[in-house]
């Protein structure tokens, strides 16, 4: 059964820094990766998808990576901005199936 | 283009009681998924339908059931409910082929007391 966590849980840093939030899951035969951002109460964004043959994934200020083999993923944000503070969810397909396995998601607070 | 939309935003409930919630999913997507998610926790995979069939679930019991209709929306069907079931409920659409991804609407907040 694939499990999946995400460290750390919760996370605060002043304005313009650059950080990293870890993804690490058990199974390696996955179809993808998904990185998602939840604000508080509500439902989820999908911020960057990284299929099996990639390495990276770049939008904006956000950088996924990769690396299926020792099964983790990083999703790297520069110049972080309060506007960032949420949730931060990442999600592989389960062995075999298209339902989504979530970590528990890093409590990001971007301090002005 | 509407992403995923889900009716009631929230909803509030007595033990015992039944609640139907709904999902239209984005446009050109055929599968729809659903999800519970408890307070500080991921989501939890509920069950899935594609061709108005019920093709994987997770680990819910019997009281949770589903739909889905010719135009690819879904119902999500909770029977005698629980304290427990108090939570954020998920739909993500999707489709059926490829490595696509995974949209989710806004979430309905159920409270049973």
């Known amino acids: 059964k694939q499990e999946v966590t995400q460290i750390p849980a919760a996370l605060s840093v002043p304005e313009g820094e650059n950080l990293v939030l870890n993804c690490s899951f058990t199974d390696s035969a996955i179809y993808n990766l998904q990185w998602f951002r939840q604000d508080p109460g509500k439902g989820l964004t999908s911020l960057l998808l990284?299929?099996?043959?990639?390495r990276e994934q770049t939008s904006g200020r956000l950088n996924a990576s990769l690396d299926k083999s020792s099964g983790r993923s990083t999703l790297y944000i520069a110049a972080s901005q309060p506007g960032d503070s949420a949730t931060y969810l990442c999600?592989?397909?389960?062995?075999?199936?298209?339902?989504?396995?979530f970590g528990s998601g890093t409590r990001l607070q971007v301090q002005p | 283009d509407a992403g995923v939309t889900q009716s009631p935003t929230h909803l509030i409930k007595t033990r015992g009681q039944q609640v139907t919630l709904r999902c239209s999913p984005k446009s050109g997507h055929d599968t729809v998924s659903w999800y519970q998610q408890a307070l500080g926790q991921g989501p939890q995979f509920i069950f899935q339908y594609y061709e108005e069939e019920e093709r994987q679930r997770g680990n819910f019991p019997d009281r949770f059931s589903g739909h889905q209709f010719p135009n690819y929306s879904s119902e999500l069907n909770v029977n005698a409910l629980l304290l427990g079931d108090s939570a954020l409920y998920l739909c993500?659409?999707?489709?059926?082929?490829?490595?696509?991804?995974?949209?989710f609407g806004q979430g309905t907040r159920l409270t049973v007391v």
């Open positions: 993500a659409s999707s489709l059926v082929r490829g490595n696509t991804e995974a949209f």
């Open positions: 990284i299929q099996s043959s990639q």
């Open positions: 999600a592989v397909p389960d062995t075999g199936r298209r339902a989504l396995t």
